[in-house]
T-cell receptor, first 110, second 115 residues
């Protein structure tokens, strides 16, 4: 399974944009890039996923590098509720399981 | 209306005991999972079931036995509990199996403490 690398922690102020990077240099052509987050004392929740093109949804945007060796999760305006651990996960072709790394702990300050 | 629910939320027990954690999903999904999050917050898949059939067993000790009475329920039974079993256990579900794009929905977790 291809590996991802994320910074251990990042900080942001409320209402500022946040860019959470993820490196996945060994990604294969059929791997999807998924992002989940885990709020304190809760189970993980889905944020967004993509394959090659940039993606937007109501929670975030996902920017994928042209060579697909890195991606960035963008929170357009951070809120205190966005403080969580964010996991970047590569999901192989027809794979059920999610392989979680150590993630990035995002702190948001008022 | 909780999509994926687990009971109990907290479980404190002695070494050597046998305990069960229950999971139910009301999403109509076909696939359910158990994940374990250890004290270092590392999340790892243990099992997955699709329509009551075991699909994934990630080299979990035999003391752990998942049971799926129907596709809406996946319970986890643990025999002869050990200190190292202390962790938070998360149940999850997804609509399909074997897809790269399906979203997994997680329950709130069960914190198991073995004394």
């Amino acid at each position: 399974d291809a590996k991802t690398t994320q910074p251990n922690s990042m900080e942001s102020n409320e209402e500022e944009p946040v860019h959470l990077p993820c490196n996945h240099s060994t990604i294969s052509g059929t791997d999807y890039i998924h992002w989940y987050r885990q709020l304190p004392s809760q189970g993980p929740e889905y944020v967004i996923h993509g394959l090659t093109s940039n993606v937007n949804n109501r929670m975030a945007s996902l920017a994928i590098a042209e060579d697909r060796k890195s991606s960035t999760l963008i929170l357009h305006r951070a809120t205190l509720r966005d403080a969580a651990v964010y996991y970047c996960i590569l999901r192989g072709y027809n794979t059920d399981k999610l392989i979680f790394g150590t993630g990035t702990r995002l702190q948001v300050f008022p | 209306d909780t999509a994926v629910s687990q009971t109990p939320k907290y479980l404190v027990t002695q070494m050597g005991n046998d305990k069960s954690i229950k999971c139910e999903q009301n999403l109509g999904h076909d696939t359910m999972y158990w994940y374990k999050q250890d004290s270092k917050k590392f999340l790892k898949i243990m099992f997955s079931y699709n329509n009551k059939e075991l699909i994934i067993n990630e080299t979990v000790p035999n003391r752990f036995s998942p049971k799926s009475p129907d596709k809406a329920h996946l319970n986890l039974h643990i025999n002869s509990l050990e200190l190292g079993d202390s962790a938070v256990y998360f149940c999850a579900s997804s609509q399909f199996r074997g897809t790269s794009t399906d979203t997994q929905y997680f329950g709130p977790g069960t914190r198991l403490t073995v004394l």
